[in-house]
């Protein structure tokens, strides 16, 4: 992973969960989402369409990686997940 590939996941890490923003919940410590949309088969997702969720959001049952009854619930998606994610790094 290049150096500012790192830095960059570092920066979105810090945001905190975009998850728990859309529920009103600011800063919540996040890990690293790696989307598989932009992703070709077998391909690694790019470490440049990463988004940030807390564990509970991430590989908690509602999350991502469960049953993602908490993307319904705020009635989103990954690609607007990213899109709050190139916001909020460019208000830094
Ligand atoms: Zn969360
Ligand atoms: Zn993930």
Redesign the pocket.
């Known amino acids: 992973m290049s150096l500012a590939a790192k830095r960059h996941l570092s920066r979105v890490a810090a945001l905190g969960c975009v998850i728990c923003r859309r529920l009103g919940m600011s800063d919540t410590p996040a890990e690293i989402?790696?989307p598989r949309f932009a992703a070709g088969m077998a391909q690694r997702a790019s470490d440049w369409l990463a988004i940030p969720?807390c564990p509970e959001h991430?590989?908690g049952p509602r999350g991502?990686?469960g049953d993602r009854s908490v993307l319904r619930q705020i009635k989103c998606d990954e690609p607007a997940l990213l899109a709050d994610v190139i916001e909020l790094l460019s208000r830094e």
């Open positions: 989402h790696h969720a991430h590989r991502i990686h």
